[in-house]
């Protein structure tokens, strides 16, 4: 049913990278997903009233903040469609981030509200009346919220979308709290004992772990998260498959929403040869990665000397000394600068989160290794950061 609602009510839905259409999937996943939750917060809080289960009251009031959070995913997604402006160059893409993130705050708000009147409901228990009619209608109940995570993880994985893949979660966690609500009521009918105050407390502890995981989720492309290894892969397989590559580092890339990626990189090229072809071959690259993953690429060319055997040797002797160095990933743009009194060996030296190694040791190592070699060589070590986990 879904795919027909996509086709039905989202123009060209299958051209995913255009704004227009992910702003249709949003808008869409939005509006269903009000009218379903309002539906059933109306049917469960009037049966939980009638039944006197605060387990299901709370299911219910569940389902109240779940439309309020499809309101807020729509309200989020047409906000990020808005286009760049003068205060924001990279557009607003990544308000979907927030909404995502303040479904999963008021996910947590509203399970800490619940627990506190599942406790109450524990301490003044009610009996709580049976119908086949509240079954029948809780059965219903899960079977929507089945088919609304399944609708929502299609939309989330067609556009690739934070906020539609937390909310696909939080509507298979509404799967889990509904049916133990309903196992609930069945034990009570069934042996007489009450558990409804806390089968109650235990659906508000699932809400509020839910949203706390959610949160986790949602706010980890805001802090700036490690890009995905596929897209770090695709990127440096275009840039080697160009002959006159001799190297890549410094690769980077920023996260501004879903649609706004911006990376960098720098790649090294013979110093020796034509210096026109090989701003040629940068500009292929750049409009490689741009048209083909989609993302706003710029490369830096490094001239390197290749063939001269004293770089050569010097650059082999000094990554012999770090390489037994956990976390010393490689290093780049090695040169030497001769001088009257000294020589200085100029070059970068990429560091993982795994280094424990401090920078001044590392620079002893690499001195120590250059001095055996020639008392008048010094190193002159820049440190980078490694990006990515490849």
């Known amino acids: 049913m879904g795919k ?47 039944s006197k289960s605060i387990a299901i009251i709370a299911d219910g009031i569940n ?10 995913t729509l309200v989020g997604f047409k906000l990020a469609a808005a286009p760049e402006d003068k205060d924001h160059p990279y557009g607003h893409a990544r308000i979907e981030y927030l909404a995502g993130l303040f479904v999963s705050v008021f996910i947590i708000v509203i399970g800490l509200r619940l627990l506190t009147t599942s406790i109450d409901k524990i301490i003044h228990p009610e009996p709580v009346v049976f119908s086949i009619v509240t079954v029948v209608i809780l059965i219903v109940a899960i079977l929507i919220k089945l088919w609304q995570a399944a609708f929502y993880r299609e939309a989330g994985r067609r556009i690739d979308s934070v906020a539609l893949t937390a909310t696909a979660t939080d509507s298979r966690n509404d799967v889990i709290s509904t049916t133990a609500v309903l196992i609930s009521l069945l034990i009570g009918h069934l042996t007489g004992y009450s558990i409804d105050g806390y089968m109650g407390c235990l659906v508000a502890l699932f809400i509020t772990w839910s949203g706390i995981q959610l949160v986790k989720e949602t706010s980890s492309p805001l802090l700036g998260e490690a890009p995905d290894d596929e897209t770090v892969k695709s990127i440096l397989t275009i840039i080697r498959k160009e002959p006159g590559i001799l190297g890549v580092h410094d690769l980077m890339v920023h996260n501004y929403g879903p649609g706004k990626v911006f990376a960098s990189a720098h790649v090294e090229v013979d110093a020796d040869g034509d210096l026109m072809e090989s701003h040629d071959m940068i500009d292929n690259i750049e409009r490689l990665v741009s048209e083909s993953l989609k993302i706003h690429f710029v490369v830096h060319m490094d001239p390197v000397k290749v063939n001269d055997p004293v770089i050569n040797k010097m650059r082999s002797i000094i990554m012999r000394a770090l390489d037994p160095i956990t976390g010393v990933e490689s290093l780049h743009d090695f040169r030497i600068v001769p ?52």
Request: charged letters at 20%.
């Open 339 to 390: 001088g009257p009194t000294h020589t200085n060996l100029i070059f970068d030296v990429v560091l993982t989160s795994e280094c424990v190694t401090g920078e001044e040791e590392i620079t002893a190592i690499a001195n120590a290794a250059a001095k055996r070699e020639n008392e008048n060589y010094y190193v002159v070590i820049t440190y980078d950061k490694a990006y990515t986990n490849i």
């Open 63 to 72: 389902n109240l903040a779940d439309a309020s959070s499809s309101m807020i």
């Open 4 to 50: 027909v609602l996509f086709k039905l009510f989202i123009k060209n839905h299958e051209n995913t990278s255009d704004p227009k259409v992910r702003e249709g999937y949003g808008k869409l996943a939005g509006i269903t997903g009000i009218i379903s939750n309002l539906l059933l917060c109306i049917i469960k809080i009037s049966i939980g009233i009638f």
